[in-house]
Structure formats: C-alpha cells, structure tokens
C-alpha cells in the first residue's frame, strides 16, 4: 500500500478552483507532483501519453460539468484506457453539484471512488488520502459515496 499519492491530478475547467485546490495539496505537504489540467480532453491525453509514465497520477480529483468533455464522458474513455495507462488511480468526483442523480451515478461507476462537493478542503483531502493510501484496505475499493 502506497502511504501518500506520488502525483495528484485535477481536470476543471475552472481556474480560480484549480488555483485553489492545488494551494490546499501544497500547504497539505500530500505530495509535489500536481498536475493541473483544464479539460478532460486534455487530461486524457496526458494519461494516454508514453512521455508520461513517470508522473502517472496515483489520485484524480474530477470536476463533473466541463465544456467539450463533462467529468461523466471522461469516465467513460478513461475506463477504455489500457490497464497501463490507467495505472490505479483513485478517481474523485469533485463538483459543485448537489444532485442525488449525480451522486448516484459516481455510486455506480465502475471508475469512480468517491463523490465529494467542491471545494477541496484540508480535511477532505485528509479523508481520501487516509482511506486510500494510508490505510490497509485496498486502493480500488469503492468508498461509500
């Protein structure tokens, strides 16, 4: 069991959350390795690059509502990736969305770990880092969304 993700990656659309977020990973001391990509296009992209390997994320934070690409969409092509190019990432839904449809469908996704409501804090950070890589359970199990 890995005991801290090597690289965080978070896919949003939205600048001031990503400036936001990665500022919390820092000042978290979780990792230095933040790959911050403003579509899913681009984020799967990176994944499916060779060029790449060596800073696969362990753990994606993913924003649902994007343009061109939404978080659901990249669920689905990421989920066709090659097993080595998914690595084991643990994938996180992170969104503004308080929807229970949408919270049903991150419960039923084969990809998806975790839904949690934006923004990021330190303590949320703690939770999923703690659950899933500081813990003895293994690190595709699904939370309890």
Same mark, same amino acid.
Do not use: W
């Given at each position: 069991m890995k005991q801290t993700p090597?690289?965080? %990656?978070?896919?949003?659309?939205?600048?001031?959350?990503?400036?936001?977020? +990665?500022?919390?990973?820092?000042?978290? $001391? !979780? #990792?230095?390795?933040?790959? /911050? %990509? $403003? #579509?899913?296009?681009?984020a799967l992209e990176y994944l499916k690059s060779e060029k790449n390997n060596d800073t696969h994320p362990d753990l994606i934070f993913l924003d649902i509502n994007m343009p061109g690409m939404n978080g659901w969409e990249f669920l689905v092509e990421y989920n066709k990736l090659e097993k080595r190019f998914q690595s084991r990432a643990i994938v996180v839904m992170l969104t503004t969305s308080d929807n229970p449809d949408d919270k049903k469908k991150a419960k039923s996704s084969d990809v998806a770990s975790e839904f949690?409501?934006?923004?990021? !804090?330190?303590?949320?950070? +703690? +939770?999923? /880092?703690?659950?899933?890589?500081?813990?003895?359970?293994?690190? $595709?199990?699904?939370a309890t969304i």
């Open positions: 090597k690289c965080i %990656m978070l896919i949003d659309d939205n600048a001031d959350d990503n400036f936001y977020h +990665e500022r919390v990973i820092r000042k978290s $001391h !979780t #990792t230095d390795n933040i790959i /911050v %990509m $403003h #579509t899913a296009i681009d949690r409501t934006k923004p990021l !804090t330190p303590v949320m950070l +703690e +939770e999923v /880092v703690s659950k899933y890589f500081n813990s003895g359970t293994s690190s $595709h199990s699904k």
